[in-house]
């Protein structure tokens, strides 16, 4: 099926590590994004990458760092993470022109 | 620069009642407009936008929105809900063709009673 692949699915981090998380698409979609999700706060735009070799910054992008390489892949790295970065993350991608975006079923992350 | 405004963080609903989730955006250039479901422990799923055309949207799971440009709001109605329409449902708004990502609303958590 086609989609977006994210992993791990949770991780529970101690403050301070560094961790990376996968994003995967397959459907050849030039922009991506990362999302955090926080209880009443909604999603919010991390960082964003137009094409592959190009990124930008959101809404909240600091203690985040992000590349892309390639069309179908965009990690995201928390180089020294901290509890306010506790959260759900979610990739997404969207074809420009299309309107449509995928979201990926999301990555819990407890930073303790 | 963009927004969007969900009025209630929080709205109960008993089981086969009219639901309206009301949502207002800012945006200085024209929008397309989204709603979003999210289940319980999911991720998030499309259940209409609002692109051109006919102001109102039909979207799935019997849910419908008007865009009403002078009133910059874009409220989800559902006639009839059932118990697994309890979610959190999201507005959101992008300027462009997916440039700059969606902006979203805080969510509504919408509640059914039995």
Known sequence: TAGITQAPTSQILAAGRSMTLRCTQDMRHNAMYWYRQDLGLGLRLIHYSNTAGTTGKGEVPDGYSVSRANTDDFPLTLASAVPSQTSVYFCASSSPGSYGYTFGSGTRLTVV | ?114
């Open chain 2, 1 to 114: 620069a963009q927004s969007v405004t969900q009025l209630d963080s929080q709205v109960p609903v008993f089981e086969e009642a009219p639901v309206e989730l009301r949502c207002n955006y800012s945006s200085s250039v024209s929008v397309y407009l989204f709603w979003y479901v999210q289940y319980p422990n999911q991720g998030l799923q499309l259940l209409l936008k609002y692109l051109s055309g006919s102001t109102l949207v039909k979207g799935i799971n019997g849910f419908e929105a008007e865009f009403n440009k002078s009133q910059t709001s874009f409220h989800l109605r559902k006639p009839s809900v059932h118990i697994s329409d309890t979610a959190e449902y999201f507005c959101a708004v992008s300027s462009g063709g997916g440039a700059d990502g969606l902006t979203f609303g805080k969510g509504t958590h919408l509640i059914i009673q039995p």
